[in-house]
């Protein structure tokens, strides 16, 4: 019995110390992106990325939970804008524009329930299009969990990422010029 909780405490402290060795061999920084071609000009879809009036016709999360709390603050569109939620499926947060160059770039600041990240939608012409890419960037610092989680985030994130990209064209698309 004793060569059973010798060997269970040899085992314990073996992960732990993985956990934690490991945990410090992971890069402290998460990189997600996706990226769509949208037949519309860079200033339609900016107007959309920089306001949160119609974030739930596109979001990917809106319809996991339609009836989640959303509050709006702010201004109605640009830097300062906010979007507020919470629900049993999508869990509570925020975003805000922290930065907004028309017809370029829309940067969120992110926070997942005290979980920082940032958002960030780049568009660039192409042809009488945009190409839209939407990239998530997150720092975990010295949090071991958070740089373990890391290594699975492009594949919790990433499919939600090109569900929204393909709804925001959708949208876009079907919208009158």
Do not use: C
Request: net charge neutral.
């Amino acid at each position: 019995m004793k060569a059973l909780l010798k060997g269970l405490l040899y085992l314990v402290v073996l992960l732990a110390l993985v956990f934690v060795v490991g945990g410090f061999l992971l890069p402290d920084k998460t990189h997600v992106e996706r990226s769509i071609a949208i037949d519309r000009p860079p200033g339609e879809v900016h107007a959309m990325l920089d306001s949160y009036k119609r974030f739930n016709e596109w979001s990917p999360w809106y319809e996991l939970e339609p009836t989640a709390k959303y509050v709006y603050s702010g201004p109605e569109s640009g830097v300062g804008a906010s979007l507020a939620w919470e629900g049993a499926k999508v869990g509570k947060g925020s975003q805000r524009i922290a930065e907004s160059v028309p017809q370029q770039k829309v940067v969120n600041a992110l926070d997942f329930d005290g979980t920082q990240a940032v958002g960030t939608f780049d568009l660039k012409a192409e042809g009488d299009g945009t190409r839209v890419t939407w990239s998530l960037d997150s720092a975990h610092g010295n949090n071991l969990v958070s740089r373990w989680f890391g290594l699975v985030l492009d594949k919790m994130v990433g499919k939600d990422y090109d569900k929204g990209l393909a709804k925001l064209k959708r949208v876009l698309e079907e919208q009158p010029r």
